[in-house]
């Protein structure tokens, strides 16, 4: 079932999402070749604690960690480890902050260090493949116009766009209806409507979409070893538009 969200519960949500947005702009200081990726989901475990908030995946379906820390192939639900972070990396950090149970989920690709030109287009590109969904969370629009904005774009960047894991609503719980695909026809799923919260959150690769899983069951990593990137806020549906809660430049 789709929900629609209270002006109440869109206020703990957007608070929820002012501290994760702090916690990102935390970790796009830190970060930096040398590092680990747990050091990483230790800060961000602490910093919530510090903040009176938790990490909202942890726990979730067993999942062990605050973060997802996916580097360079991994497409998603990458584990921090001990591992030292390279110059030339790239890392997605994905979190879900869950502040007086009001919930923000947004993930971000950084640089460790400096990245190749390929590498900078790449994240170019996903990050304004997210901007492209997000321009279509308008009410009376439909999922589709979501997923076909996005493929659209990246696919006509050189691109491909992940099938085997979407976008989401959100709030109380992490994951609810409906689904966001990030590729898709205009015009088709359910009509978007105010009051609806939802993430967009495409993951964009340089070769092929297709994705394989690791031995722990969570890690998605690129069947051909190409990069992947991604970028994803959580969305108020607005009669003014769409309304980040994630939103890291306001």
Known sequence: MITRKSKREIEKMQAAGDLLVKCHKEIAKMIRPGMTTKEIDSFTDQFLADHGATPEQKGYSGYPFATCASVNDEICHGFPRDEKLENGDIVTIDMVVNLNGGLAD?????????VDEAGERLLQVSKNSLYKGIEQAQPGNRIGDIGHAIQTYAEGEGFSVVRDFTGHGIGPTIHEEPH???????NKGARLKEGMVITIEPMINEGSWQSKMDSNNWTART???GRSAQYEHTVVITKDGPLLTTDQDK
């Open 223 to 225: 069947v051909d070893q």
């Open 180 to 186: 966001i695909p990030h590729f898709g026809l205009p």
């Open 106 to 114: 947004s993930a971000w690709t950084y640089r460790v260090g400096t």
